[in-house]
């Protein structure tokens, strides 16, 4: 089963609205964190957002936040007032974990691609 | 700024070749990693480091190997490169301690194998 699902290989939105970038993750571990990292076309990778499982209150970031559901396990990626410069690809990642050594590697989704419309 | 350093942006070898992919990273981080991304699969990981001397295998290590002789330096070796490892490979870098700890990634390396 993968451990991180994006079920949305491609979204579009206009110029200033708002979009959610969905992730689904799958673990059994209490202690876990959950990551967002954006490429653009040049191909790095940008730290967006971090959020615990711990973590009372959904991260936020500016103009990104975590719409953090851990019931449903979910933790949504939302951008407010989109720009032309937000057209990326989009990663949503975990770690399982907290005690060290291997705990320490990020398993990654598949990625939704944003495309921002003018 | 924590700086992770791929030695190409672009590379190009022919099948049955040995490869290395070196990766340096600046901010005495103990852990590396090595990805491979393809389109429609994201981001997978081949190997991983969390000490020197010290490997473990990620999620796709067959026909890859690694090295870390040095605290900053962490090499991807393909014994006998083969079409089905042209691929963008990311190199990766964090701290230790708490589960927060990102990873900074290099600006990664396509390798095109003919």
């Known amino acids: 089963a993968q451990k991180i699902t994006q079920t949305q290989p491609g979204m579009f939105v206009q110029e200033k609205e708002a979009v959610t970038l969905d992730c689904t993750y799958d673990t059994s571990d209490p202690s876990y964190g959950l990551f967002w990292y954006k490429q653009p076309s040049s191909g790095e990778m940008i730290f967006l957002i971090y959020q615990g499982s711990y973590d009372q209150q959904n991260a936020t970031e500016g103009r990104y936040s975590l719409n953090f559901q851990k019931a449903r396990k979910s933790a949504n990626l939302v951008i407010s007032a989109s720009q032309l410069g937000d057209s990326a690809m989009y990663f949503c990642?975990?770690?399982?974990?907290?005690?060290?050594?291997?705990?320490?590697?990020?398993?990654f989704g598949k990625g939704t691609l944003l495309t921002v419309n003018p | 700024d924590v700086k992770v350093t791929q030695s190409s942006r672009y590379l190009v070898k022919r099948t049955g070749e040995k490869v290395f992919l070196e990766c340096v990273q600046d901010m005495d981080h103990e852990n590396m990693f090595w990805y491979r991304q393809d389109p429609g699969l994201g981001l997978r990981l081949i190997y991983f480091?969390?000490?020197?001397?010290?490997?473990e295998k990620g999620d796709i290590p067959e026909g890859y190997s690694v090295s870390r002789e040095k605290k900053e330096r962490f090499s991807l070796i393909l014994e006998s490169a083969s079409t089905n490892q042209t691929s963008m490979y990311l190199c990766a870098s964090s701290l230790s301690g708490v589960n927060r700890r990102k990873l900074f990634f290099g600006s990664g390396t396509q390798l095109s194998v003919l």
């Open positions: 990642a975990m770690r399982e974990g907290n005690s060290g050594g291997s705990n320490y590697k990020l398993t």
């Open positions: 480091s969390y000490d020197v001397k010290m490997k």
